[in-house]
């Protein structure tokens, strides 16, 4: 037991008994907020970090929340079904729009721009089969019969969904620490460095990036999924289309690209952000949490590209091991 | 039978000419795009919000100040204009020397500060001119003059861009920097100005494509999410860069989407086109034109 590992029983700990403890609905309500985005942006910068940047991350959470809510709402196919077969259909378009890109070595800005193409490609599905979807107008899951909760996934207590949340948030890192120890993390690095080294020495540079891209889609899908179920309500412009995408973009890159808390350190600033923003200016906040996003994420970019945490663990340590 | 086939033909001849005039204006779009990329090698993603500030500069100028369309165009695409160079200035010049991926994603952002301006500043109501051009007749085909004028505008905004990079010396420098970033400056070329000058002038076309739209569409703050990942497919698939594969590029796609909006919902025809686009990275996965290395 070293310090750091009871550092994280402890911490773990006090998240479970939070909300035993502290019932107050509101808040809570924003930490399950804060959790389920953090998992979706940690999604992101899963492969964000090697350099795969995807603005079709909205395209992938649209697929796992739409899929799962029409599912259960027109074939009463339970979410627990619902919710895989989501992350199957999002993982295959994931497939079919990167093994293209791959294989054929589209990077750069022609990856970024055909993912966002993507995005905006699924927006406009959602909203052409309006009569299934309700459009832009939005859409909401059946109640489950009283009793049948379970089995629909939807819970009224905040409690149980906060515990949900903090699983879902858990298992995001896991799977960060997992890539982060694999085999495929060096062969990631190696391509973001240089691809054509990197297949010289021997990484199939197809397969390890499509299966970078499958984790965080599958991911994306689950987040957006599980999005639907709590919020019961989702429309095209929440869960789907470029500015979901940037949005991720923007909390991955605020609170830190590279290390693994930094998509939690993003959705925690995002999220309290527009908050602050809608309790102080009520209804009037209407479009000004965006209009700071998108000025914090010009100012991040061009003064602390690594990030708020990246940058203040850079200053931790004096001398840290070679990126 | 035979009835069924003539006016299906004519339906037909419509949706084609319509995607040749739709063309006409999506070509004037990736033109924009694909000059600042081949220059200055950034991508605007933010490009159509561009061209929604300045629907919006036209809908001000027209119905709230009352002037004529022909008085406030050239406005409008002044404006858009400056805020081309302003976004050259403020954004991209201290990002130049950052990966790519970074200019990339702080236009991003741009886009986020554009949408929600729009929103604060305009609210969220559809908006248009309230001018109505005439309808053309040819036969039992109908065309609407706006889409005409916005061809033969675009037509002529490319012509004017093309003599402007062959007969002028800063047109030439523009080319030839595209072509070689780093022995310009130690020709004697001054690559800021340059820079500056080919973003205004990405932000012109962006103001003239405004111009043009604004008679056919009505404008709200995220009217550009309708045409800017389709503008982002036809640059891919021309080449970035490359102005006669964006060219082609857009009056094949604009074709698709025509030919899809025929059968089916608009929307549909541009889902068509996407998958259009996907099976052709198959086939030709550096853009329709890419020369090979």
New interface residues.
Partial sequence: MNPRHVAWAVGLAALVALPFVYREPYHLHILVLILIWSFAYTAWSIMGRFGLVSLGHGGFMGVGAYVTALLWNHLGVSPWIGIPVSMVAAGILALIVAYPCFRFRITGHYFVLVTLALSGIVLQVITATRDYTGGSLGYTPNRAPSGHGLMALQFDSKTTWYLIALGIWLLGLLVWRWVDRSMSRYAMEAISEDEDAAAAAGVNVTAEKLKITLISALMTALAGALYCQYQMFISPDTVSGIAVSLQMVFAAIVGGLYVSFGPTVGAIITIMLAEVLRIRFGTGAVGWDNLVYGLLLVLFIIFLPKGILGSVLDRLKPQPKKA | MQAFLDIFDIYLLEAVVNGILLGGVLALLALGLNLI?GVIDV?W?CYAELVMIGMYGMYYMVQVFGLPYWVAAPFAILLVAALGALLHYL?IE??LT?????Q???T?????????????AFG?DFRNLGIRLPVLAIGEMHFSYSRLLAFIAALLGMLAVYFFMTRTYTGTAIRAISQDRQIMPLMGVDTRRIYLITSALGGALAGLAACLLVLQYDVH?FVG?SF???T??I??LGG?GNFVGGFIAAFVFAEIISLGGLFS?L??G??LA?AF??VM??IR??GLFARRS
């Fill in positions: 990329f991508t993603i954004v201290p990002l950052a990966p790519p991926i970074n990339l994603l702080a991003g952002g741009v886009l986020f500060i554009l949408q929600s301006f729009a929103t604060v969220i703050p999410l800017g990942p389709i982002f497919l640059c891919v970035l919902d929307e549909w541009y889902v996407f686009f996907i990275m198959f996965p550096a």
